[in-house]
């Protein structure tokens, strides 16, 4: 299939368990398949991960922005994670055969259509971005809503690529794009100082020096009473989770804390858990087409 995609949309709301289930409502359609939705309280975000046809999914995405516009009013929302918008970030990702191009077709179609129906100002990141600055998703979020919402209108830097030059009131901004998959990975640490996963955090990185292809952040979380360290690993073939982890291990032993478990937000590739698995239980020559799972999947039983 050609036009297959991927669309991993984040909504700044993880309490809320109505408006959560009522995003969700709206973006079902029967040529969608909503593959996994996860939300976190001290975050409060919530990720959907839809697969479909390029126009099915970016009809349905679209219906579930305009119930986040309506339900989530940013001026009242609090969280770990920064954010934009009551619809924060919207990639797509190829899938199968599917081209790249596909994937930027897509972002730029909902884009038009949330910026001309909803009046929500849009920029776009990664594979979809306009200017070379716009390619990290960083650079674009910054400091939050709160400090676009000073900037957009005076600051040419933070001008929209469409939409109104201006916040939507509630709804703030939304960013789209286009991207290749990548593993949300969170690794906890047994500390309440947030000090030490912040500092990890910046051991990791890439933009601060660590390793390529790794973003990372340190958060305190309250709910859970410890700290996380916060990853998206953009190309797991070049940074392995398992990498990841044992850097993030070794880096908090040298500070007297230990990791607690890790987890994986929303869908990942099976590769990179067959790698870790490969790694950690040293097997020989091991190969994905051992994978019974797998095999009957390509033999269509």
Request: hydrophobic share 40%; proline share 4%; glycine share 6%.
């Amino acid at each position: 299939m050609a036009d297959l995609l991927e669309c991993v949309p984040n909504f700044s709301e993880g309490r809320d368990r109505e408006t959560i289930e009522a995003i969700g409502t709206a973006m079902q359609r029967n040529d969608v398949k909503t593959l996994d939705v996860q939300w976190d309280i001290d975050h409060n975000r919530s990720v959907y991960t839809l697969v479909g046809t390029r126009d099915a999914v970016v009809a349905a995405v679209f219906e579930g922005i305009k119930v986040a516009t309506a339900r989530i009013d940013l001026t009242k929302h609090t969280g770990a994670h920064p954010r934009l918008g009551a619809t924060d970030v919207v990639p797509f990702i190829p899938l199968l055969d599917t081209t790249m191009d596909v994937a930027i077709e897509a972002s730029r179609s909902l884009g038009e259509r949330v910026a001309s129906e909803l009046r929500i100002p849009v920029y776009f990141y990664e594979e979809s971005a306009t200017r070379p600055e716009r390619t990290n998703l960083e650079q674009i979020r910054r400091k939050g809503f709160e400090e676009l919402r000073e900037q957009i209108g005076v600051d040419e830097n933070r001008m929209p690529d469409i939409g109104p030059p201006k916040t939507h009131p509630t709804a703030g901004a939304i960013v789209i794009g286009a991207r290749r998959p990548l593993i949300a990975y969170n690794i906890y640490l047994n500390t309440t100082d947030v000090a030490i996963a912040q500092n990890i955090a910046k051991i990791i990185r890439h933009s601060s020096g660590g390793l390529r292809y790794v973003k990372a952040m340190g958060f305190a979380i309250p709910e859970r009473g410890c700290v996380q360290v916060s990853m998206n690993l953009t190309h797991h073939q070049q940074t392995a989770i398992h990498t990841v982890f044992e850097i993030v291990k070794e880096a908090a032993a040298a500070y007297g804390v230990t990791v607690t478990e890790s987890e994986v937000v929303g869908m990942t590739p099976a590769a990179a858990l067959l790698d870790a698995a490969q790694r950690y239980l040293r097997m020989h020559h091991f190969r994905m087409e051992q994978v019974l799972e797998l095999r009957l999947l390509e033999a269509e039983f």
